[in-house]
């Protein structure tokens, strides 16, 4: 085999194997990707800064605090992203992007334990917003703990509740609640 061939098979081998590689991306229903589209709406009307008025962290209450942003929320990508922080401006402050993908609504979570869980919206009815764990990475031992599923609980246009449910040595384990509101500008 001379040079040329070689260069040209390893071409070929290498536009090839990621082509097999890449996941299956499954379309949603048009009844799906219109629910999942009403969601993602809801969640950038949650543009701004909210405050915590009450809740628990892992099974440890957490104190209301009206004087400093809790949460925040902002559109970005010309639309086609919602930037989530929480526990805005600390040093534990996390990170979730929503998005919209093949039509169904998704989440990415940049967690404070050091890995990515990747959730998808739940069909559902009502306020919430559910979103269940597909996958994550950077997390090494499958029992250590992590987020495994999250719903948003719109209840008003000014008031939200967060949960964050979690999973250790692969049972539910204690989760976070936190109850936000959007105060007026001041």
Same mark, same amino acid.
């Given at each position: 085999?001379?040079?040329?061939? &070689?260069? *040209?098979?390893g071409?070929?081998?290498?536009?090839?194997?990621?082509?097999?590689? *890449?996941? !299956? !991306?499954?379309? +949603?229903? !048009?009844?799906? !990707?219109? +629910?999942?589209? +009403?969601?993602?709406?809801?969640?950038?009307?949650?543009?701004?800064? /909210?405050?915590l008025v009450g809740g628990?962290?892992?099974?440890?209450?957490?104190?209301p605090n009206l004087e400093e942003p809790f949460m925040s929320y902002a559109v970005s990508s010309g639309g086609h992203s919602v930037i989530?922080?929480?526990f805005v401006n600390k040093p534990n402050e996390m990170v979730s992007i929503y998005y919209l993908n093949m039509g169904r609504l998704n989440m990415d979570h940049y967690c404070s334990l050091n890995n990515q869980p990747r959730m998808v919206a739940v069909p559902g009815d009502g306020n919430d917003i559910d979103f269940q764990m597909v996958e994550i990475s950077n997390l090494p031992d499958r029992n250590d703990?992590?987020?495994?599923?999250?719903?948003?609980?719109?209840?008003?246009?000014?008031?939200? &509740?967060?949960? /964050?449910? +979690? &999973?250790?040595?692969?049972?539910?384990?204690?989760?976070?609640?936190?109850? &936000?509101?959007?105060?007026?500008?001041?």
């Open positions: 085999m001379n040079f040329t061939n &070689t260069i *040209a098979i071409l070929l081998g290498f536009l090839f194997i990621p082509g097999c590689n *890449a996941r !299956q !991306q499954i379309v +949603a229903s !048009q009844s799906e !990707q219109m +629910a999942s589209e +009403a969601d993602y709406e809801r969640i950038k009307s949650l543009s701004g800064d /909210w405050y628990e962290r892992l099974g440890k209450k957490v104190e989530e922080k929480l703990l992590h987020i495994s599923s999250h719903t948003l609980e719109l209840n008003g246009p000014d008031e939200l &509740t967060v949960y /964050w449910g +979690a &999973t250790e040595d692969g049972k539910p384990f204690r989760g976070s609640v936190y109850k &936000t509101k959007r105060l007026p500008q001041r």
